[in-house]
């Protein structure tokens, strides 16, 4: 039987397991949209911008490892996804972004709505697909999942012109896909693997340094064994949180530039350093030249490119690294007398590591009744479910969630490490709950963030997702007040947002609850409180308004020249 | 350090795009750059030119490695290829210089393909130092137009795509 292309993209999208879409439509996917009316197997939920679409959809992946999948139509709708696709660019997070298109007979004559999407996400994607003929849709969807999901996950984007989702063909989805000029290295050379556990084995200060592709790489509870195995101390990058717990005697935290005093140092003063499905971000190196000094360098990664891009490498291991750190494991396992040895040489290293952090543990002052932020992210963790999700927006408090909320599964920290995507948490909070509708998902944003996407909070109302925004109030752009204040001589240039906004009434007018808490004694009872609400809540804290992230690094600086009052 | 890298390509239209964005969006020099498809035609091969420390050239080969279209990138020791470019150069040429640029016309075993009262044009092809040498002579001359291919490189014997 013969099928449209718009009918042929939803059986495509149904073979491959999705059942939860973020789109817009618009004049160029109207037959889709036609056809999504009476497909019943996939949730459709409609955003408020496109922007906050394809964030949900990243959301929804980086909560469940599953592809995330958003739609737009062309021009005004394709652009406006722009920023939320280079932001899982960044990350690596795995999405199939699917564009309406103007008819192919109208290509590149400025037609009404007409955007070269191709050519503008070509270095924000990990590959893109302009569709001229209905025949090659499934084969181009089969590819588009696999170069999504497999490798370094990514964001894949189809563009889909209007003649081809109403030209028909016979629909046969492919069983495999073979695509020449992309083999991702999964299986790391066994050589080299030998080599680093015996390198392990003979280290007195080692650091295992964790990113974000261990959990994008579901090797988490790989890792956890391997650093326990080996008594080695673990700290972890903004989006590698939740791969080690942090309440583990091992764990070190963050790292970088708002990491922790012991993490930072750490890195400083090991002999070796093994770097887990991590790419040395700038944010976390300071100044490359003093970053990890006296060690020898690790490096497992998926991506050959990650390897050396920025940072010295002694012993690169490319492949999976979920494959490489089982190989690992089964190697240690075989020199269990050794491992005994190495555990007795890591002693001193664990109690000097023991005495930073007692010495400079992260820190704040609740004194007086104005609530400090870091207390409500505090509270937020003894208040919430052990598998809540949390997923921040970008600034002070994404750091203090950083610093405080002690993760402790994968998965569960939802955030914009790369690109730094003011407005990327209320809709990512969103995709979760989408996808998890029994689990507790939280939102923390600052004021500032929070007003980039706020339209979003009709779609949780709407589609009854009951995501917990958490507003810290301090009515500043405060991380760049921070740096203003820091380095500009307090010089608050367009940082104070002026202008007092009633959240509560902000939530009402969407049909949403407001709460709020301007004393500290008021904290718990409004978390507890929105916790007992069924349906989305917005609780704004009122926070001290000029609270330092600390400590920090300045910019260019190296780790061990860290601000820490 | 200049180096001449062949890179084997989907032949789709994009690639070469994608090839270029690479180099402009890191800040990589491309000296020159050549297209065309290959005897297999679902293949394109581009030879380009570019230049960088060490680490530089295997961040550009480990990137143009990672785009999908990209099927095979070889980054050529000069003594394991042979590389040859074309240039047609046009030349003023008159009274007692015309004899002259005929002459190094013949020394580099060049073709006049063009001939007016004041000027001649010349095609020649060969290796990049030797092509250089012929236009450096014809400067002096009155060089008035130069167009270069840039290089097209291939392995010795069995060094390359298909040895
Ligand atoms: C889209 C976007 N624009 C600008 C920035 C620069 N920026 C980084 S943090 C920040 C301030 C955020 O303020 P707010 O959301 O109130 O959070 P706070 O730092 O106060 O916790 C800004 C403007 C950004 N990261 N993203
Ligand atoms: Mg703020």
């Known amino acids: 039987m013969k099928l449209n292309g718009a009918r042929i993209l939803l059986e495509c999208l149904k073979r491959e397991g999705v059942d939860t879409i973020f789109g817009y439509p618009g004049g160029t996917v109207i037959n889709l949209y036609d056809e999504l009316f009476s497909f019943k197997e996939i949730k459709h939920i409609l955003p408020r911008h496109e922007q906050a679409g394809v964030h949900a959809a990243d959301g929804y992946a980086r909560a469940t490892g599953k592809v995330g999948v958003a739609i737009a139509t062309s021009g005004p709708g394709a652009t406006n996804t722009i920023t939320a696709i280079a932001t899982a660019y960044m990350d690596s997070i795995p999405m199939v972004i699917i564009t309406g298109q103007v008819p192919t007979a109208l290509i590149g004559n400025d037609a009404f709505q007409e955007a070269d999407i191709i050519g503008i996400t070509r270095p924000c994607t990990k590959h893109n697909f302009l569709v001229k003929d209905v025949k090659d849709l499934a084969l181009i969807m089969k590819k588009a999942f696999y170069i999504a999901r497999t490798g370094r996950p990514g964001p894949v984007l189809v563009d889909l012109p209007k003649d081809v989702q109403i030209a028909q063909t016979e629909f046969a989805y492919p069983e495999s896909v073979e695509i020449r000029g992309y083999k991702p290295t999964v299986e790391g050379h066994p050589k080299q693997i030998e080599k680093a556990v015996d390198v392990m084995l003979q280290t007195k200060k080692a650091v295992i340094y964790v990113g974000g592709g261990v959990i994008l790489g579901n090797a988490a509870d790989e890792l956890t064994k391997l650093a326990h195995q080996l008594g080695i101390p673990v700290t972890m990058t903004l989006n590698g949180l939740g791969s080690f717990p942090e309440d583990d005697d091992l764990s070190l935290g963050m790292l970088g530039m708002h990491g922790h005093y012991c993490a930072n140092m750490a890195v400083s003063n090991c002999d070796l350093l093994i770097a887990v499905a991590a790419r040395f971000d700038d944010r976390v190196t300071g100044k490359i030249a003093a970053f990890a000094p006296h060690a020898k360098i690790i490096h497992i990664d998926v991506d050959p490119t990650s390897i050396k891009k920025n940072v010295r490498v002694d012993l690169p291991i490319v492949g999976d690294v979920r494959e490489v750190l089982i190989r690992m494991l089964k190697t240690v396992d075989k020199h269990k007398a050794e491992v005994e040895t190495l555990k007795q040489n890591l002693a001193p290293w664990i109690e000097q590591i023991n005495e930073w952090k007692s010495k400079h543990p992260v820190t704040y002052k609740q004194t007086g009744s104005t609530i400090k932020p870091q207390y409500v992210i505090q509270r937020l963790r003894a208040l919430s479910a052990p598998d809540a999700i949390l997923a921040t927006d970008v600034g002070q408090h994404q750091m203090w969630v950083a610093q405080f909320f002690q993760f402790t599964r994968p998965r569960t920290l939802l955030s914009s490490g790369g690109l730094g995507t003011m407005g990327f948490g209320l809709p990512a909070a969103m995709g979760a709950q989408a996808a998890f509708p029994e689990r507790q998902v939280l939102a923390v944003c600052g004021d500032g963030g929070f007003q980039m996407n706020m339209q979003e909070l009709a779609t949780l109302v709407q589609n009854r997702l009951n995501v917990k925004i958490v507003i810290l109030n301090n009515n500043f752009l405060g991380m760049v007040r921070q740096w203003q204040e820091l380095f500009f001589d307090k010089r608050y240039s367009s940082t104070c947002m002026e202008l007092p906004i009633d959240f509560i009434k902000l939530a009402e007018a969407f049909g949403a609850v407001g709460l709020q808490a301007s004393k500290v004694d008021e904290v718990d009872a409004v978390i507890k409180k929105a916790f007992e609400i069924e349906g989305p809540v917005l609780m704004e804290f009122k926070v001290a308004r000029e609270e330092k992230v600390l400590p920090m690094v300045p910019a260019g600086a190296s780790l061990t020249e860290m601000v820490l009052t | ?163």
Request: charged share 25%; glycine share 8%; proline share 4%.
């Open chain 2, 1 to 163: 350090m200049r180096h001449t890298i062949a890179v084997l390509v989907e032949n789709e239209f994009g690639v070469l795009s994608r090839v270029v964005g690479l180099f402009s969006g890191r800040g990589f020099n491309i000296d020159s750059l050549t297209v065309a498809p290959t005897n297999d035609e679902s293949l394109s091969r581009i030879t380009l030119v570019t230049r960088g420390d060490e680490q530089i050239i295997e961040q550009i080969t480990k990137q143009l490695n990672k785009l999908i279209d990209v099927i095979k990138v070889i980054d050529f020791e000069p003594e394991n290829a042979i590389e040859r470019e074309m240039v047609l150069v046009k030349v003023s040429a008159e009274d007692e210089s015309r004899a002259e640029v005929l002459r190094i016309a013949d020394i580099f075993r060049a073709k006049v393909i063009d001939v007016t009262p004041k000027s001649y044009t010349l095609e020649a092809t060969g290796a990049p130092a030797k092509v250089a040498a012929m236009v450096e002579l014809l400067r002096p001359l009155g060089l008035k137009e130069l167009v270069s291919t840039g290089p097209v490189v291939i392995g010795r014997g069995a060094r390359g795509w298909k040895g």
